[in-house]
T-cell receptor
Framework: EAGVTQFPSHSVIEKGQTVTLRCDPISGHDNLYWYRRVMGKEIKFLLHFVKESKQDESGMPNNRFLAERTGGTYSTLKVQPAELEDSGVYFC??????????????FGPGTRLTVL | GESVGLHLPTLSVQEGDNSIINCAYSNSASDYFIWYKQESGKGPQFIID?????DKRQGQRVTVLLNKTVKHLSLQIAATQPGDSAVYFCAENNAGNMLTFGGGTRLMVKP
């Protein structure tokens, strides 16, 4: 069974540009999460989808970040316009099961974003 | 691999020795704790978990200890091998889904 995949693996952009990250969860997993680790900090939660709906977006840092999961399959995370402090590694994870009940989250390899 | 300039505490052990990695968590309401291993170029990988109604759980070569009084979690790896070299994160869960991660510890195994 394929794991969580993320694309691209690495993106280098200039400040002010737009970048879109993609995550394909494990097939059949209704729950999809975005996390990120920025310079010198720990991995932090961004948001959680249940199918196509945003269950919790309390970790989204500001309105430059837009996450979508149309159709409840893959998800995209767009950063527009990117700032220097957005540099880091963005992880996606997926899990099956009901919201509110913890189920093991399987992580993708991450996308390393570098904003110059 | 990715470190994002993160300066992690490092534990260096000799192959065959036991390793102990510690973690302090923040939320006394957390009811589920997980240890993850992250190797270079990969995402966090589940190692072992423990619920708050337990204080010890054992897996294959790994043991997790939970001390709720002082909000402390530890991961013990027996007979550490070179393949155990990685960054280890603890994570806590208290809302059913969102994980809160600790800062991570880099384990280096010397042959």
């Amino acid at each position: 069974e394929a794991g969580v995949t993320q694309f691209p693996s690495h993106s280098v952009i200039e400040k002010g540009q737009t970048v879109t990250l993609r995550c394909d969860p494990i097939s059949g997993h209704d729950n999809l999460y975005w996390y990120r680790r920025v310079m010198g900090k720990e991995i932090k939660f961004l948001l959680h989808f249940v199918k196509e709906s945003k269950q919790d977006e309390s970790g989204m840092p500001n309105n430059r970040f837009l996450a979508e999961r149309t159709g409840g399959t893959y998800s995209t995370l767009k950063v527009q316009p990117a700032e220097l402090e957005d540099s880091g590694v963005y992880f996606c994870a997926s899990s099956q099961g009901l919201a509110g009940v913890y189920n093991e989250q399987f992580f993708g390899p991450g996308t390393r974003l570098t904003v110059l | 691999g990715e470190s994002v300039g993160l300066h992690l505490p490092t534990l260096s052990v000799q192959e065959g020795d036991n390793s102990i990695i510690n973690c302090a968590y923040s939320n006394s309401a957390s009811d589920y704790f997980i240890w993850y291993k992250q190797e270079s170029g990969k995402g966090p990988q589940f190692i072992i978990d423990i619920r708050s109604n337990m204080d010890k759980r054992q897996g294959q070569r790994v043991t997790v200890l939970l001390n709720k009084t002082v909000k402390h979690l530890s991961l013990q790896i027996a007979a550490t091998q070179p393949g155990d070299s990685a960054v280890y994160f603890c994570a806590e869960n208290n809302a059913g889904n969102m994980l809160t991660f600790g800062g991570g510890t880099r384990l280096m195994v010397k042959p």
